[in-house]
């Protein structure tokens, strides 16, 4: 592991994409086998920090590139996922178009082409996070606490076009700023927990209860699911939840058991890539073949080979032919990397 690398983030975003394994394979498998357990109530209780939690962590390392020149920021924010987003797009469309089982190649290839505009299955995080990336610089001149106002009220709106970009952009643009205008509280707040373990265990003891209230009781207004999600209250759910992940990575550094979370952090855009097959292969064989009856056990199983499959795939492919699954060729890129740019994008988002 690099030195270069703070743990404490590379925890923040080893929970953050388990969490979005796991709800994948939780609700995959309790759909397939019609139950549910555990696993879906933790998903339940994340609900509400689960995605603003990545955005967040993605707007931290923001300010260390926004001011660099177009061609260098657009290489490291824009082209960097945009090449993993069309390369996984393809892997991922092969699997699903259905032309293995004799569909209509002309829908296969019309479903292929609208995923340019549309994000394409698990892959809408990576297509939305260089829009922000690159919205954020345009809009750099703003002043923060205009922009990050604009941003909340646009989260608010609860905007429904019925296209996924527009939509989860203005759900979840206020927390990757955030993310970004709040770096040094948030710095200083995983510092602190750290330096008073016991302050923040119960800290995170009294936010885990209150999370919960919000996240179980049903919202007294028509149209919302639950107290998390009402206007206003849906901000303050993804912010404090966002604050507990940094807490609870922050303590984790202090753990040795806890090392292959920070390996998952340090390695989640494998694991955010590739979780997808290992998933639906693990699920259908245990569905099919009734290898597991118990949906707790069924899930959890899912969740590991979910998150260990892309990790060994990497491993496996790091210094072979397919090691461009994983990572970006040269040629694939804008311009030539200083080691300054090459230590960011290796702590950066994903």
């Known amino acids: 592991m ?18 979005v394994v796991m709800m994948h394979s939780a609700l995959g498998v309790g759909e397939a086998m019609g139950d549910e357990g555990l696993l879906h109530w933790i998903v339940a ?29 657009l290489d490291t924010k824009l082209v960097h996922f945009a090449y993993f987003y069309f390369l996984w797009l393809f892997v991922q469309w092969l699997f699903k178009s259905g032309l293995w089982s004799g569909a209509d190649p002309l829908n296969a290839f019309r479903q ?7 994000p394409f299955g698990t892959l809408w995080f990576i297509y939305l996070l ?24 646009l989260e608010t709106a609860r905007i ?11 759900a979840r643009f206020f927390f990757f700023l955030a ?6 509280q948030v710095f200083a707040l995983a510092e602190s927990a750290r330096r008073a373990p016991r302050a923040a265990l119960t800290w995170l003891l009294g936010w885990a209860a209150a999370e919960a209230a919000l996240a179980f009781s049903p919202a007294p207004i028509a149209g919302y699911s639950t107290l998390a999600s009402l206007p206003l209250m849906s901000l303050t759910a993804g912010l404090a939840g966002a604050a507990a992940v940094i807490a609870g990575a922050a303590l984790a550094c202090d753990l ?23 998933m639906a292969a693990a699920r259908k064989l245990i569905v099919d073949h009734d290898l597991v009856a118990n949906v ?20 496996m492919t790091k210094r072979g032919r397919f090691r461009f699954l994983f990572e970006r060729p040269a040629f694939f890129r804008l311009a030539a990397r200083s080691r300054e740019i090459e230590r960011d994008a290796r702590q950066d988002a994903l």
């Open 130 to 153: 260089p829009i922000f990336f690159v919205v954020a610089k345009l809009l750099r001149g703003v002043p923060p606490p205009i922009l990050l106002l604009a941003a909340a009220l």
């Open 2 to 19: 690099r030195e270069s690398r703070i743990a404490w983030v590379d925890n923040a975003k080893g929970m953050s994409v388990i969490l």
């Open 160 to 170: 429904e076009s019925g296209w996924t970009a527009p939509d989860e952009f203005a």
């Open 45 to 73: 209780f994340a609900k509400p920090f689960r995605i603003p939690g990545f955005f967040f962590i993605a707007g931290l390392f923001l300010s260390r590139g926004i001011d660099r020149d177009w061609r260098a920021y």
């Open 112 to 118: 292929l082409a609208l995923a340019t505009i549309e």
């Open 256 to 278: 040795p058991a806890m090392g292959w979370l920070r390996y998952c952090g340090a390695n989640s855009l494998a694991i955010y890539l590739g979780f997808f097959l290992p």
């Open 179 to 184: 993310g970004h205008m709040l770096a040094p």
């Open 296 to 315: 707790d056990m069924a899930s959890l199983i899912v969740t590991l080979t979910a998150v260990g499959g892309p990790l060994l795939l990497q491993k």
